[in-house]
Every structure is written in C-alpha cells, then in structure tokens.
DNA sequence: CTGAAAGCGCTAACAG
DNA sequence: CTGTTAGCGCTTTCAG
C-alpha cells in the first residue's frame, strides 16, 4: 500500500506538505502543488479514509436509515437523489434498511455511530410522523418523506395537499364536474391533506364537493392493506350517475381503474378519465393509454435531505422546523380530456 | 466519545482485556468477561470502526458498485438481498451508483479503495457479459446478475433459458399450441438464453416451434428502447390464426398485452392466456386478472452474491469460475388457464 | 489468562 | 509557504 510517507519522500518534501496537496490547501505553491500530484498520480496514491477519519473524528460517509424505503420501487430516487447530492462533496452512502425491526434500527444507530458518518437521512416509506428517539446517535438527521411531531427536526415531505389540488384542478379545468376519488387509506396522512387539496380546488371552481364520491381503494389497516380498486371502481363506473372522471390514490390504483372500465366496456380517456398519483413509471408510462399523474419527488427530496444535512451544524442547537414541503408536480399524459 | 480505554479504566483491567472481550478472543475468562461487559453497556461503548479499520487494514463495510441497479424498481432486491446476508456479519453496505458514467465509475473504485471495503459485490441491470479492470482496487469483487467473458471471476445470473423453459412449458401443459411470444431486444442475452429454453419446451411436448410467432416486443437500440407491445400485441391478436396464449418477454409487455387485448374486446384469460417475466410485483399483483409470471431471483442473487464474497480470500488465486445459475420460478396467478 | 509497548496513516498544532 | 512533533483509538506482538 502506498502512503503518504511514500508519496512524500519521493516528492522530496514532507508529509505534511503533500496531505496539503491532496486536501486542496491554498497555502501551497504552485511548483510543489504540481510536482506532488505529479507522484500521486504516477504511484496512484489514494489516501487511507480510516487514518483521515481518525484524526478528524469525522467521515465522508452520509448514513441512509430506512423502514423498507430503499428497497421499494415507490422511492428508491430517494437514494438517487441523494447519491447525486453527495457525488458533487466525494461522499458517499452507507444504507441501512431496518425492514421496521427496532433491533435492526438501534444496531444500525450503532453502527453509524461506530463509522462516526457525518450524518443521517432518515428516509420512510410514508409520509407521516415520526419521534425519533436515537439514544445511540448525535449528529445530525434529516428527515425524509417523514417529520417529527415535535418538531425537532429538519424534514422534507411531499406537498399532498398541493398535489391533490393538482388533480383536481386539472380536471376541472377540463370540463368535468362529476369526478369520483379512489383514496389511500383514510389513516394515511396523505390521504387527509389530498383531501383539503380536492376541496380546494372544487371550492375554487365553484364546484359542490360531493363526499360520497371519495371512496377507499383499499382494506384493512397500514402496511397489511388489500388493494380493491378493481372492485370499488366497477361499483362506481356502474351505478347511475356515473363519473366522468376518476382521481386515484396512486397508479397502482389508476391500473385497476383501467381493468375495470375495460371489463365494462368503457374506454378511457373517450368515456373516462383516469388521474394517478405517484408517477411510478413503470406503470405510468406503460399503460396505454398512458398515464396523467402527479409525481411524488422522491428524487428532490433526498437531494433536498442532504443538501439540509451538508448545511447543518454538527450538534444542532435546540431549534423548531417547519417540514419542508416539495411540490408533486402534475404530469400529464394520455389518460386525461376536456369534457 | 467513551474509549477503549476509559472502559478499561472503570474496570480496571487493561485497554488489551476490553478488546479481546468486545472481539470476542475465547482467551478471557468468564468473570472478567462479564464485568467488562457490564462496564462497556453502561458506559454505551461502540468501538470506533476508524481506528480498528486502521489497525487491521480491513473493514466491515462492502460495497456495492452498480450501473442503475440499485436505483431500478425492476432490482432493488438485489440490494435487499445483500443486506439481508451482511446483517448476519455485522456487516453494511456502502453503496455506489455509476449511472453508466466510467469517469465516476473510476472515483467510485478509489473510494472503495480508500475505505477499503472488505469486498465488492458489482450488479448490472442487464444480465450480461462484462469484462471488468479495476486498477484501483485489488479486493475480491463477485458479479451479480453479469459474469465475466473470460471467466476470471466468479458470477451469481439468472437461469434465463430455464426461465423461458417455465414459461413455455406451463402454456403447453394447459395445452396451449399457438403460442404468441413477445421478446425482449434480440440483442439481449436474456433473449437469446430464453428463447433456446422455449424450444426445448416445445421439442419435449413434440410441439413444432413457429419462428414466426416470435416479435420483438421492443424497438431500438439497448438502454435506448422505445416499447411496442401495445401495436405488436394488436397486430398479433387481430390476424387470422389469433395465438390462444401470449408470452411476454416482462412485465410491462404483459401489461400493454392486456391492453391490447381489451381494445379487441378479448378477455384474460378466456380468450387468452398471458405470461409475464421479471415478477414486478406492481404490475403483477395489481393487474386484474392477476398475472402469471416466472421471477427474476434478485434477492437470492444479492444473498449469494454476498456469501460468495464472504467465501473468497482478499486475493483471489488465477481461477476459472463458471457463473452460477439462480432459478427463475414460475408464479401462478390468473392470467393463464388450460384449454 | 492478562498486560506493556509500539505503531497503523494521517492531520492538528505549532514552529520556522 | 513548508516542516516537526505528537497522537487519534485500536490491535499486534511479545512477555509475563
């Protein structure tokens, strides 16, 4: 292994001097700035990250703690952003997925701990939230898609509210007036601030907000929920009065909103028009005819999270925050048309 | 930060005595042993993994170099997989995304390098060859879901041929004989593997195989491709001698399958049987009816992966190294019924 | 079974 | 602008 030393005795100059050099200190000239990097490069020299951490009690490791966030292809742009985020420092991540196992979670904060990394995004797989108590682990956090109830922490949440304005607007602004909503769970703090979002923009267009239109999509509780939009939809699509247009709670939602307009014999967008909500693209764009949704921003919040945590202190003073809230933007495709 | 020796202190044994004891040495008696114990959980100790990084050159971190693998709903299980594996080791994951970019690529390696990461799991999104220099990193590197032309290292694939073995052999054995089969790129590995099993299928049912029923689900060019199932799919099922079953070369073809098929106003899986490959959970549990597929081992693979790499010494000896083959099951869902 | 001494590769602190 | 000295927290080596 070539080290410092190495590198420095062939340079002729001392250690110090070329960990100067490779730590982009000014205070070098230009000649030996130049002649060291010269040696660096010929012997490939790369500095030893443990011995670096050592002494600076502190590492170029971002942790990424998740509930099952990073393994699911809701979020994974949450990594991605991040990952391009960090890139432009020399960081790096280090991903631990606690699958909800609190076990798992303390030896991860542990484990952060132990590689001391500069910092955490806490990323979870929905938005709601969160007390986050880490007796194991000092430095700084961020919340992802999550907040703290007490606000004690910096977070980064989708806008919801915005987003279900977004969906609504959209469709009255073409024309429709009877518009049924497939929704998440009613537990689902998404679900709530959609809502507020509908009503919004119903209220804006002077609409009557009908609520017997809003429907769940889905049974049973939070993570063991059973998806009946299939169902629910033929319901809908098949009573009198029937909607012109349906907003779901997400694509995998708008997908069997398709199924069910085509086992009626209903095409879309000619008969109905379908929203989603998530933009999850493999889906989205899939579909035929594709899809108009709205986009979570998984991608900008995790480079928003480590933007927040690259501009924190390491022990954050006692301090209140308001979670910062990232547009779902509307993207539109075929699913939709003007009535 | 409570050190190796401040616990040392409070037990008054030396700083060596409390290494051996969080290390686990046999060599420490059991009374000394548990009165260090008590100390380290009191004092909450977490052994800085800098300084022992240092000390033995090696660390407990291992990477995980991908082009967009880890950022792809189709294979995050891969990293799911690792984890899985490495959590029994008290192990993590650094984990580094290429985004097909060899400049970073080169950085990523130094960092590996420079974090000495104990070994390097390297996953691609394509199952293919790969031929690998990584002159900046000397530690075992094991390859998931590609292997190395020249065999010079070892390799964790899925089974393609007999995954398209599956998928025929099923469809005839609910006697199907005019099977549709919508491809993937030819110039795909996966395609090529696929399609010698699908005629071993058809050769052991005594079934003739029709070239001419096999398309190309996708047009251009690798990571450049524009998906066409949709037309093809409507061209197939509106001709004379209309296939009774479709085989789909993923998920998302399966997808745009279905859609076809309503636009003809055929129902699945009455008029027609449909089988998918890749086992997106999104699309194929969410589709109605629900759809048959054969799954990409992701998470096995990610598991093997990292248990090859645990295997291997820190510098593998010049060896040959077959890739090993993972099965891709078959899912029975709705979508394929006998005839 | 336990301890003392030395040093891993780097940078902080201080000189010059 | 450059060099010297010391030491981060741990484990290796060797001695009891």
Redesign the pocket.
Known sequence: ????????RQA?????????V??D?????????DAVMAIVRAMN????E???M????TSTVVGLMTDVVATTPYSVDIVRGAQQELKGEGKTLLIANTEGDPVLEREYWRMFRAHKVSGVVYATMYHRPLDLRTPDFQGPIVLANCYSGNADRPSIVPDDERGGYHQAQHLLQLGHRRIGILTLLPAIRATVLRGAGYRKAFAEAGVSYDPAMEVPAFQGSVANERLVAYDVARDMLGGRERPTAIICGNDKVALQVYAAAASLGLSIPGDLSVMGYDDLTVIAETLRPSLTTVRLPYYEIGELAVQTLTGMPDRAPAATFEPVLVDCPLITRESCRPI
């Open positions: 292994m070539v080290t410092l030393r190495d590198v420095a002729g100059v001392s250690p110090k001097t070329v960990s100067r490779v730590n200190d000014p205070a070098v000239s230009a000649n030996t700035r020299y790369v500095p030893d443990a011995a670096r050592m002494r600076t009690a």
